[in-house]
């Protein structure tokens, strides 16, 4: 099968139309949402009702809980805050039903999916160094483990003689022997220095993972960020892909 895995939504309605566009134009099999489909971004019940239409399988993010009361405040930075605290005013009856029953982590095709890490998701730890996928490669039974919540791509590899290390290639083959664990980045919020809206796709039959970016109407999304009270920032930053 052909899977188009992705991440970090953040209400961010036209980066999600336009990856799940190309995602079409891909024809894969199934889509499967790592979680934060709300938070940051002016859209969260609307990318709520299309994630619900479009993916096979959706994951709860942190930015998912934590509208809903399941995540103390304080583990978040102001602006996250301030954007939490206006999404849980904006949801709708549908999307907080639909976000209190998201699991956390799932395997499915013969691979692992989890928004934060294989060890203890309900943490939000991260995994952005070599030394934070070493601790987690024992948490998961699969080849392959696809994260999102950093919202940076980063693949990192284990083979069995315990090499870890930074992967670039892209497509990247899967190896026999190799195992993975790979950050499909953000469709809403990038943080990797590039604005495009960032998604996976892997094939399954053929052993092989594409890192995917799209261009959106950044300043559409910018412009909506403006006319409500969630902080600036949050619209300047999808520019700059930080």
């Not at 993010?61 to 583990?75: C, E, T, V």
């Not at 809206?197 to 799209?214: M, T």
């Amino acid at each position: 099968m052909k899977h188009a895995i992705i991440s970090d939504i953040h209400g961010n309605l036209e980066a999600l139309e336009s990856v799940l566009s190309e995602i079409a134009r891909r024809k894969v099999d199934s889509v499967l949402c790592l979680g934060d489909v709300v938070g940051y971004g002016p859209n969260p019940n609307e990318c709520v009702a299309l994630i619900m239409e479009k993916a096979e399988v959706i994951l709860a993010g942190n930015h998912d809980y934590a509208p809903l009361g399941k995540i103390d405040l304080s583990y978040f930075n102001p602006w996250a805050r301030s954007a939490i605290e206006w999404t849980r005013a904006e949801l709708n009856e549908s999307s907080i039903e639909f976000l209190l029953d998201l699991p956390l982590k799932i395997e499915i095709d013969g691979f692992t999916i989890v928004h934060s890490t294989p060890f203890r998701p309900a943490d939000w730890n991260y995994i952005i160094t070599i030394g934070d996928a070493v601790k987690n490669f024992p948490e998961f039974r699969s080849r392959v483990c696809f994260i999102g919540h950093s919202h940076v791509p980063m693949i990192v590899s284990l083979s069995e003689e315990e090499d870890c290390r930074v992967v670039k290639e892209n497509p990247l083959k899967i190896k026999t022997g190799v195992r993975y664990i790979i950050n499909v980045g953000s469709v809403g919020q990038p943080r990797d220095l590039n604005p495009l809206a960032s998604f996976g796709i892997y094939d399954v039959r053929k052993n092989e993972y594409e890192l995917c970016r799209v261009e959106y109407d950044v300043a559409k999304t910018q412009q909506k960020i403006k006319e409500t009270s969630l902080p600036d920032f949050l619209a300047e930053r999808l520019e700059l892909g930080q």
